[in-house]
């Protein structure tokens, strides 16, 4: 697995020293493959920002680097592949998701067998969003809180909930993949269940969790 690390741009503390935070993942494949994903390398580098002096907060760093350390997990756990949007490949699937409404930082994916998905993570979705989705021959699956990828605006406080609900949407022909696919993120959510076994366990921090980040002066 490679194992490298995330940077978000540094930030100046109360003492006016700039600090370079940084994030450590083992992931199942290199920076570049999750950049798809248009909210996880739009303010991080695979390399270590040059020097610099304010234009960030801490706050900023952690929301940015916490949602990289989702965006990681989600992707290994599902195996989807994040994509750039091409209205050839994507369009009719996202013009169905859309006249449903409640559109919210939108991102395209895709399983192995090429099954295409639409993430939405709505700051407000429908209370029958899924039957909506229905109505339009459409299926979907609410992620766990700790896989979600935005999440949105930040909160460090344990036990926060996170602003935006993800919904990991496809066509109805999809179902065998999409019962696949929850029945993997279940195993994985419950996987301290092995505890004591042969299975070596990696427990799933929560989705404002800072584990693996560092602060480098």
């Known amino acids: 697995m490679p194992n490298f690390l995330i940077y ?52 900023t760093a952690n929301e940015h680097l916490a949602r990289a350390r989702r965006v990681v997990l989600f992707t290994d756990i599902t195996k989807l592949k994040p994509m750039n949007f091409s209205k050839h490949y994507y369009g009719k699937l996202g013009d169905r998701v859309y006249k449903v409404g409640d559109c919210d930082h939108l991102s395209n994916w895709k399983s192995s067998r090429g099954t295409k998905f639409i993430l939405n993570e709505s700051y407000h979705a429908h209370p029958d969003y899924m039957l909506k989705l229905a109505a339009e021959g459409l299926i979907a699956i609410e992620l766990p809180t700790a896989i979600s990828p935005y999440c949105g605006r930040w909160d460090p406080t344990p036990g926060a909930k996170p602003w935006t609900t993800s919904f990991l949407i496809c066509d109805a022909d999809g179902a065998d993949e ?37 602060y480098v002066k």
Do not use: C
């Open 8 to 59: 978000a741009r540094p930030y100046e503390n109360q003492n006016d020293k700039t600090i370079y935070p940084q994030l450590k993942v083992n992931a199942a494949n290199q920076f570049k493959f999750y950049t798809p994903y248009p909210y996880f390398a739009s303010h991080l580098y695979e390399k270590p920002f040059p020097r610099f002096k304010g234009g960030s907060r801490e706050s």
């Open 178 to 214: 999409l019962d696949n696919l929850i029945w993997t993120i279940n195993i994985r959510m419950e996987d301290d269940k092995f505890h004591g076994g042969s299975i070596e366990v990696n427990l799933i921090p929560a989705w404002n969790s800072l584990e693996g980040v560092s």
